[in-house]
């Protein structure tokens, strides 16, 4: 896990501002926070694209405190791979209801067989999706996993 900032310097007034991302919400508020930035100026917070714009001197606070300098492309093929792997999760679990237990999943069998109350057809099945990490029932997506881009 990584927190990121690029040196695109676009200007905000009489500021340079660079871009800071991270792999996991909380290593970006973390980062934030150790370099004095205030958590409320998080851009696209709970997306793909969160991040924050942070001024030059503080870019250079991140980098000391451990934050991995890349150029705007980089940070940008990063940020292409992240929406990607979102897209894929949403398009392999589109239309299927994701519990965050199997013991969840099976209650929700369960609860099927109650209302179809019908033995002749083979019960569904419950497996770990392999796209969001959840439990789904019925179908398992056949498909292989693609290797997510770095």
């Known amino acids: 896990m990584a927190v990121y900032i690029d040196n695109a310097g676009i200007r905000f007034g009489r500021m340079r501002m660079c871009h800071m991302i991270a792999d996991s919400h909380v290593e970006l508020v973390r980062m934030a926070e150790?370099?004095?930035?205030?958590?409320?100026?998080?851009q696209k917070?709970?997306?793909?694209?969160?991040?924050?714009?942070?001024?030059?001197a503080k870019r250079q606070l991140a980098i000391d405190a451990g934050a991995v300098a890349v150029s705007q492309r980089e940070l940008g093929l990063k940020l292409r791979a992240r929406r990607i792997a979102a897209e894929r999760v949403r398009s392999a679990c589109d239309g299927k209801i994701?519990?965050?237990?199997?013991?969840?999943?099976?209650?929700?069998?369960?609860?099927?067989?109650?209302?179809?109350?019908?033995?002749?057809?083979?019960?569904?099945?419950?497996?770990?999706?392999?796209?969001?990490?959840?439990w789904h029932v019925g179908g398992r997506d056949r498909r292989p996993k693609k290797m997510e881009a770095a």
């Open 34 to 42: 150790r370099i004095g930035v205030a958590t409320r100026w998080i």
């Open 45 to 56: 917070p709970g997306t793909v694209y969160e991040h924050f714009d942070v001024c030059l």
């Open 98 to 134: 994701a519990h965050a237990s199997r013991s969840a999943a099976a209650a929700a069998v369960q609860g099927m067989k109650s209302r179809r109350n019908r033995s002749d057809r083979r019960p569904p099945e419950l497996y770990r999706c392999p796209h969001c990490g959840k």
